[in-house]
């Protein structure tokens, strides 16, 4: 599977990550966690006071920006040579990264660098546009959905465990609102590519979720539909 590559899309709190990152464990594949670009690219832009609503001035930001993403332990992303894991995941990110990553600027530059990856090596891709625009050729399509319900018990699970403390019922209107932005934004808005198998995850374990998508691409991989 050295040049295979999976696509994995969904709201947020679906659990595309943890999945895509077991998955590429699995199979041996290359994970790319392309939200932790975006928050990469939101943290830098917090970090130096940069305007977030100055669209070119993220985009020449980002452009100068060098991430690195390395899933030896977890997955750990470094910006400019900084280790950024748990930085790009505090409250302040969460609440600004629909922002930067509704900038087509933006986007152009990192799906660029994440399709250089990915012509490299075999990939295990996760985001919101990765089926229908970052990589609309790749073997297998996935969308991921859970109830806004079980995605905001999942992220203040999360959150919580990080020692943050966080409202309910203000993080599952935030995730609302989230969805709402991601799917009404002008550029690469967050929608299921035609040939994606949806995968809905509420009441699943995340190896339940994760056996599914290996089956599908070992299918996938042996010249299956």
Request: hydrophobic share 35%; with cysteine.
């Amino acid at each position: 599977m050295t040049c295979f590559s999976i696509a994995i899309d969904g709201p947020a709190g679906s659990g595309k990550s943890t999945v895509a990152r077991q998955v590429a464990k699995e199979l041996g594949l290359t994970y790319v966690d392309t939200g932790a670009m975006y928050r990469a690219i939101t943290w830098k832009a917090l970090k130096q006071n940069v305007d977030l609503e100055d669209e070119s001035s993220v985009a020449r930001m980002s452009q100068e920006t060098d991430i690195q993403l390395s899933s030896e332990n977890g997955v750990d992303v470094w910006v400019d040579g900084i280790k950024v894991t748990n930085d790009i995941r505090t409250p302040q990110v969460t609440s600004n990264v629909s922002l930067i990553a509704s900038q087509a600027r933006v986007r152009e530059i990192l799906v660029d660098k994440q399709r250089e990856i990915a012509q490299k090596t075999g990939v295990v891709m996760d985001g919101r546009d990765i089926g229908t625009h970052v990589l609309p050729k790749a073997n297998l399509k996935i969308f991921l959905t859970a109830s806004i319900e079980e995605r905001a018990q999942r992220r203040h699970r999360e959150l919580t465990q990080r020692g943050y403390s966080v409202d309910w019922d203000q993080l599952k209107e935030e995730i609302r609102l989230r969805d709402e932005k991601d799917s009404v934004r002008e550029h690469s808005p967050l929608r299921p590519a035609e040939d994606a198998i949806h995968l809905d995850t509420t009441g699943l374990s995340i190896k339940e979720v994760v056996q599914a998508i290996l089956n599908l691409s070992r299918t996938k991989a042996i010249g299956g539909e």
